[in-house]
């Protein structure tokens, strides 16, 4: 069983950044996927970014260029930098493991979230 914390959220203001990490622990060797997911209110919750075990990265298109998914290996950290914030940014943002696919139906473990607030 793998644990999530995500942490680093935060109020900004458009176009500051923040760095969200995501503490993982537990049976983490087998993952094979982790991304970043958010879900702004009254809205579904999307993908943000995801990374492969073998590096490999992939990200929603509004994001393309602002953020930028990694991870820590040694900690068993997974990081998600976001620049050029804008409002439409906002929402609660959780990080996820998937030891099968990046599909959004493989994600099987979800950390509790952490709020990002982009004011105007």
């Known amino acids: 069983q793998v644990q999530l914390v995500e942490s680093g959220g935060g109020s900004v203001q458009a176009g500051g950044s923040l760095r969200l990490s995501c503490a993982a622990s537990?049976?983490?060797?087998?993952?094979?996927?982790m991304g970043w997911f958010r879900q702004a209110p009254g809205k579904e919750r999307e993908g943000v970014a995801t990374?492969?075990?073998?590096?490999?990265?992939n990200y929603l298109d509004s994001v393309k260029g602002r953020f930028t998914i990694s991870r820590d290996s040694a900690t068993n950290t997974l990081y998600l930098q976001m620049n050029s914030l804008k409002p439409e940014d906002t929402a609660m943002y959780y990080c996820?493991?998937?030891?099968?696919?990046?599909?959004?139906?493989?994600?099987?473990?979800w950390g509790r979230g952490t709020q990002v607030t982009v004011s105007s």
């Open positions: 996820a493991v998937s030891f099968s696919t990046c599909g959004y139906g493989a994600f099987n473990t």
């Open positions: 537990g049976y983490t060797y087998s993952w094979n996927c």
């Open positions: 990374i492969l075990r073998s590096g490999t990265t």
